[in-house]
């Protein structure tokens, strides 16, 4: 997934969020209860009696007691907040429809885990599969505390990696959840990603020359004009200095208007506005240095760091979440953003060999074993061909992880439609909350969702009306 940077600041922005709801008093923390179930390690073995602790979050405040439907928001690769059950898109939902809210955070990520968990020979029982099952147990276990019954229908909710997981759910689990939403939900594994970072000439030309400027020796140079903590003379520190760069870019793709620095129109204008005045040969590298920011002190580009973070086996790393999704893409998903071919904007020094490395040095896991372990999600879930029903996928134009979803339809004539594509938003835009500053095509989006969800609903109480008079 795209690194550090972005994710926090989707995060800071989420906190930020939450304050003006408690400031407010729109949705008062109080609704809020937090709680923690006993999960087994490992559902699928029965002589493993060991345990570990998940978290989960409960909103009340909507709930039509007793036969509100409830709406599940699945957390992904990183810890859950209260947040998670008080605003967005399925919270404006549950007030609308009555429904009770829940989240549970994901194993391993978060406070979901053990104080030995992110050693390495625990790391096995960290999988998408024993997360659905997570989620089966918590369905159980909600409805015991809660006195569900069958006429409470279950929608879920995610979006990125958790929305792939609402889909693997409804898929596999039927039974529990009615309907679910995926947004931005990349349900096909790839080992080779290179799609991601398809981009402009100008940020080609600019990363050429940063490249041409380390080759050709000036590396203090390069350091200075980047604010680097280090002086980049290893190899591996020169690539983490392309991945900083590159994550720049990246982030403005995948996030555009949804909280990161700059959207991509402002980006694109620095690296296109032909009245800033630059060096001649050096105009793009220039405006590369201008569009640089960082609230760091320095830019951290030390590969030896990095890996020493990655190692990093103590409870606070599992909050960092990168050692756990490292894990993750080498056993079940890939998705390593390369640029090795021609169409890449960014450097060539960012290969598909260098990030599958990194399972063997972290987990011991072979680089030759990656295309059969991807092979084996794609045919467990079916990827981006699942064969589903009930499970709307929703996409963004502008996000490349569009490309791993389900994006056209497979339905029969006259049966609901299962996707919607959103021309010019980005990735999980749609499971905002809605703001008066929304795309047309973003707040339209929302309704079509908004009618999915309340056909479903609808559909489920007239298919518990008929069997209760049949």
């Known amino acids: 997934m795209i690194k550090r940077r972005a994710r926090d600041n989707q995060l800071q922005k989420n906190k930020q969020l939450l304050l003006k709801l408690t400031v407010s008093l729109h949705q008062p923390l109080h609704h809020v209860k937090e709680g923690w179930i006993v999960q087994p390690l490992d559902h699928f073995n029965q002589q493993n009696s060991n345990t ?124 529990l959840v009615y309907g679910a939403v995926a947004s931005s939900a990349p349900v096909k594994a ?69 909280g990161v620095l700059m959207s991509i129109n402002e980006l694109c204008g620095i690296m296109t506005n032909n009245s800033q005045e630059y060096q001649d040969g050096m105009e793009a590298y220039n405006r590369l240095i201008y569009r640089f920011t960082s609230k760091e002190p320095c830019l951290d580009i030390s590969y030896e760091k990095s890996m020493k973070d990655l190692m990093d086996t103590s409870v606070h790393a599992g909050r960092r979440g990168e050692r756990q999704w490292t894990y993750q ?18 450097s060539g020094m960012l ?42 996928y929703v996409n963004g134009g502008i996000d490349p992880w569009k490309t791993l979803s389900v994006v056209q339809d497979g339905t029969e004539e006259g049966e609901e439609a299962q996707t919607i594509f959103i021309k010019d938003t980005a990735h999980c835009a749609d499971m905002s909350s809605r703001r008066v500053t929304d795309r047309s095509s973003l707040t339209k989006a929302r309704q079509e969702i908004e009618k999915h969800v309340a056909n479903w609903l609808k559909a489920a109480a007239q298919e518990k009306l008929e069997k209760g008079t049949s």
């Open 190 to 258: 790839k080992l080779d990603f290179s799609e991601y970072n398809n981009c402009l000439s100008k940020v080609r030309e600019a990363f050429a020359a940063v490249k041409e400027a380390l080759m050709s020796g000036n590396i203090n140079q390069v350091a200075s004009d980047f604010g680097c903590c280090q002086i980049p003379k290893d190899p591996y520190d020169q690539i983490e200095l392309m991945e900083s760069l590159a994550d720049i870019f990246m982030g403005a793709v995948q996030y555009n208007e949804e």
């Open 52 to 175: 570990f602790p998940q978290r989960f979050f409960v909103n009340e405040a909507y709930w039509q007691h007793p036969d509100g439907p409830v709406f599940l928001y699945i957390g992904g690769e990183g810890p859950l907040v209260e947040y998670d059950v008080l605003t967005g898109h399925h919270s404006d939902m549950a007030e609308e429809h009555g429904a009770l809210l829940l989240a549970l955070e994901h194993r391993f990520y978060g406070d979901s885990i053990n104080p030995d968990g992110l050693k390495t020979e625990n790391l096995a029982d960290l999988s998408s599969q024993q997360a659905l099952t997570d989620l089966a147990a918590f369905h159980q276990y909600i409805s015991q505390n809660f006195n569900l019954t069958h006429r409470n229908t279950w929608i879920s909710f995610g979006g990125s990696y958790s929305g792939a997981l609402s889909a693997w759910f409804r898929g596999k689990f039927p039974n």
């Open 351 to 392: 290969t598909l060999q260098d990030q599958t490395k990194l399972c063997t040095t972290l987990f011991g896991i072979s680089q030759h074993s990656l295309p059969a372990r991807i092979a084996f999600t794609n045919t467990y879930y079916g990827g981006d061909n699942p064969h589903t029903h009930r499970i709307l």
């Open 329 to 346: 893409t080498c056993t079940e998903f890939g998705f390593y953003q390369t640029c090795e071919d021609a169409t890449c904007p960014f």
